[in-house]
Each structure stands twice: as structure tokens, then as C-alpha cells.
């Protein structure tokens, strides 16, 4: 048996919804109901890390996450894999003297190893990063000619918000119109430098891991929920124009608003589910009051919130001056460790600590 390693290391931020995307029309290609918009954040923070390698001697494929090894079986790991192998290419690596053909990919097997430096499925879009890092990683080792929003499309059949991670800055993933998901991807709105004075900053409520999942969610939602139709046919198609409009013209005030009241949207057809599903908690509403109050105290709004599958809050200054002194207000109302439940904050930028 020949004894050579070839290895990838890719590392890939997560991203936040501004624009939420929840309900799917198709559960296994997973095509959504709705377009949706988010922002992807900076990488030295909420990121995941992962390697890949392939070697003749490895019987079969195996991943780890955090150190854990964890099982592949799964329908959408399959489904990344196996659609990333039909697209692999040739591969050559003189100096290591290694030779793979494309057709060699079939019988090769690989391990992964991957790293959250953020905690796993707690409503921080952990998937999102881990699954478009899986894809990107695997596409790079197999030397796959697809573009990033190609990729895209096999990172959403992993899991739907995966799709948006493939890039920096705005990205728009489009619900697309066809029943085989080809034109369901993620495409860049504006990248990471169009829009730089916004800074995030995440309180984490609680790390715990949330106890609706997403797809378990969403399924209840689609079904039960006398809303979800409205949202995704009414207000998300009018909120997706206006929010590109507000991200071109980097107008704080309409992305503010736009952001607030589709998270809170959000949540309300998740309360509209049977059984209802809560995944914000006294903390969030409070944080949210805090906003809301002090946005109404000054001429135009400051901070936008915004919550996933999850308590924990997102929110997004409208630059760095503004970020300090919602950071102080929030360490005064909130005081991560006490009563208030708040386990730590992640900032998205670190200079404002300085
Ligand atoms: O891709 P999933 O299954 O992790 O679902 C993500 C759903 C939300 O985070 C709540 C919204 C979104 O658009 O990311």
C-alpha cells in the first residue's frame, strides 16, 4: 500500500441572517420558502477550522468535531460528499511525487477533522460555518473547478445557511425557481470592505444547546403556523428589495429596522407554531427592550438586533463610537455570570477593547 497523506486546511466564518430564511419547500435538496440576506462575520472570530486529507491507507470515511469523532452517515453529509466526489478533477502534487486520477475519488476515503472556536448548536449558526468549511476544504483537496457559488449549492444541501458562508460581506442566498435546486445558491451582495464602520457584538445568553433544532423546527412551522405563508410570500419578497437597497446606499436607519422587525417576525411564527416553539428567553427580551429604548432616545437608530434558532443576541452598531458605549451599557445591564444568564460576549471587532 502506498503511504502518502495529501491535506487541505480551510477555515470559514459563520454568518448571521439579517433576512431570515425559515420553512423549506423541499426537505432533502433543502430549498427554502424564501430568499434571505446576511451579513458573514470577520474570520478571527466565530469561525470553524477544518482539515481534510485522503490517503490510500484509510479504509473508510471518518470526521471529528471539537476532537469527537462523530458519524458521516447521515443523509446531508452523504449528500455533500457524494456530490462533491462526482465533481472531483484530476490531482497531482509532483513534489510529494502523488498522482490521482479523477475516477480514483470513488474509492479513496478521507478524514476530517473540524474545529468550532464557538459553541456548537447553540443558535449561533455553527452549521453554517461547519458544512460551507466542509464543502469549500473538500472542493480545494479534490481541485474542483466550480466557482464559490456553485459550491454554494452543494454547501445548502449540508445545511441551508451554509450556502451563505461561502462569502464575505452581504450575501443574498436566492430561494431559486427550480425543482432540482440549481438555482438555489448564495451570491455576494457587496463584500467585506463595502460597509466597515458596522461592528457586532453577540451576547451569548446561554451556550446550552438549543433543544428545537432548526429542521425539526422549521417542518412544525410549515405545517401548523397560520403566518408562515404571509411572511414568505407578502414580506420577505418587499424586505429582500428594501434591504438591498439599504445595503448599497449603507442607510443604518432602514437596515436597522428592516433587521429588527424580521427577527422579531421570525420568532413570532415560531411562537404562531403548534406547539409553540420559544427560542428566545427573558434575557433576549430584555436585551431587545435595552435596544429598542435606546434607539427611540436618540434621532435615528444606533444598534440593530437580530436572534437565530437560539437566545442569544446579535446585534450590530452602527460604527465603532457606538459599539463602546452599547458594550458599557450592556456589561451595566447585563453582567456576564450573574443572574442575568449571560455566559460571555463575542466582539465582533476587537480594536473597540483597546
Ligand atoms: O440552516 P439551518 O438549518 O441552521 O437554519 C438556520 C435558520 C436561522 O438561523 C434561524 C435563520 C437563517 O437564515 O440563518
Not at 108 to 133: D, E, K, Q, R, V
Not at 186 to 192: G, P, S
Request: glycine fraction near 4%; charged fraction near 25%.
Amino acid at each position: 500500500l502506498e503511504k502518502w497523506v495529501l491535506m487541505v486546511t480551510a477555515r470559514t466564518p459563520t454568518n448571521i441572517a439579517v433576512i431570515k430564511y425559515w420553512g423549506k419547500r423541499d426537505e432533502t435538496l433543502i430549498l427554502p420558502i424564501n430568499d434571505s440576506i446576511s451579513v458573514t462575520l470577520d474570520p478571527s472570530h466565530l469561525c470553524t477550522t477544518t482539515t481534510v486529507s485522503v490517503s490510500p491507507t484509510f479504509d473508510h470515511d471518518r470526521m471529528w468535531l471539537n476532537g469527537k469523532e462523530i458519524s458521516l452517515q447521515g443523509g446531508r453529509f452523504q449528500s455533500c460528499l457524494r456530490e462533491i466526489r462526482a465533481r472531483a478533477q484530476d490531482v497531482e502534487d509532483e513534489k510529494k511525487g502523488i498522482k490521482i486520477k479523477k475516477e480514483d475519488w470513488q474509492k479513496l476515503h478521507l478524514h476530517i477533522a473540524s474545529y468550532n472556536n464557538f459553541p456548537t448548536a447553540a443558535g449561533l449558526a455553527s452549521s453554517a460555518a461547519g458544512l460551507a468549511c466542509l464543502v469549500f476544504s473538500l472542493a480545494k483537496l479534490m481541485n474542483l473547478k466550480e466557482d464559490n457559488s456553485q459550491l454554494s449549492a452543494i454547501a445548502r444541501q449540508g445545511s441551508g445557511s451554509a450556502c451563505r458562508s461561502l462569502y464575505g460581506g452581504f450575501v443574498k442566498w436566492d430561494m431559486g425557481k427550480e425543482d432540482n435546486g440549481s438555482d438555489s445558491l448564495a451570491v455576494q451582495l457587496a463584500d467585506e470592505k463595502h460597509w466597515d464602520e458596522l461592528v457586532i457584538i453577540i451576547a451569548v445568553v446561554s451556550a446550552r444547546q438549543k433543544e428545537t433544532s432548526s429542521t425539526s423546527g422549521m417542518r412544525d412551522t410549515v405545517v401548523t403556523s397560520a403566518l408562515i405563508e404571509h411572511r414568505a410570500k407578502e414580506v420577505v419578497p418587499k424586505r429582500i428589495v428594501q434591504m438591498e437597497d439599504a445595503i448599497q446606499k449603507r442607510d443604518f436607519p432602514s437596515f436597522a429596522r428592516l433587521a429588527c422587525t424580521d427577527s422579531n417576525q421570525f420568532h413570532a411564527v415560531c411562537l404562531d407554531t403548534y406547539p409553540p416553539i420559544f427560542y428566545m428567553n427573558d434575557t433576549s427580551h430584555r436585551i431587545i427592550s435595552c435596544v429598542e429604548k435606546w434607539n427611540r432616545a436618540e434621532e435615528t437608530p444606533q444598534v440593530a438586533y437580530t436572534f437565530d434558532a437560539g437566545p442569544n443576541a446579535v446585534m450590530i452598531a452602527r460604527d465603532r463610537k457606538t459599539a463602546a458605549l452599547l458594550l458599557q451599557r450592556l456589561l451595566y445591564n447585563f453582567p456576564p455570570q450573574s443572574d442575568t444568564d449571560l455566559d460571555s460576549y463575542i466582539i465582533g471587532d476587537k480594536s473597540i477593547l483597546q
